[in-house]
């Protein structure tokens, strides 16, 4: 059984930089589109950043445009994202999630496009 590994979490300030990455248990997991979701306290698993299989397509929650990157290194089949200027409403516990397909962009914000997720790794930002 593929596992998904999240790493680089952790506490920030407000404003802050953090990068977290997913790489799959197992190197010769095939390309996929993947995606990151986050959740709350209390809150519904959200979407937040995808990638296709090739990393020439990405899609983003409104919430995080303009301050989360997704990128991912085909190579080492890892995903990171970059989140900056990260605000306390950032806080949550963000999870890994991948596909062996290529779905088109628009279902990559669905939860059920996804077969493989990882633990999750919890990003806290304070004010």
């Known amino acids: 059984q593929v596992q998904l590994r999240e790493s680089g979490g952790g506490l920030v300030q407000a404003g802050g930089s953090l990068r977290v990455a997913c790489a799959p248990s197992r190197r010769t997991f095939p390309n996929g589109a993947m995606g990151w979701f986050r959740q709350a306290p209390g809150k519904e698993r959200e979407f937040v950043a995808a990638?296709?299989?090739?990393?020439?397509?990405?899609a983003y929650a409104d919430s995080v445009k303009g301050r989360f990157t997704i990128s991912r290194d085909n190579a080492r089949t890892t995903v990171y994202l970059q989140m900056n200027t990260l605000k306390p409403e950032d806080t949550a516990v963000y999870y890994c999630?991948?596909?062996?397909?290529?779905?088109?962009?628009?279902?990559?914000?669905?939860?059920?496009?996804?077969?493989?997720w990882g633990q999750g790794t919890q990003v806290t930002v304070s004010s």
């Open positions: 999630a991948a596909t062996l397909g290529n779905p088109i962009l628009s279902t990559l914000r669905k939860i059920e496009t996804y077969e493989y």
């Open positions: 990638i296709s299989w090739n990393g020439a397509r990405t």
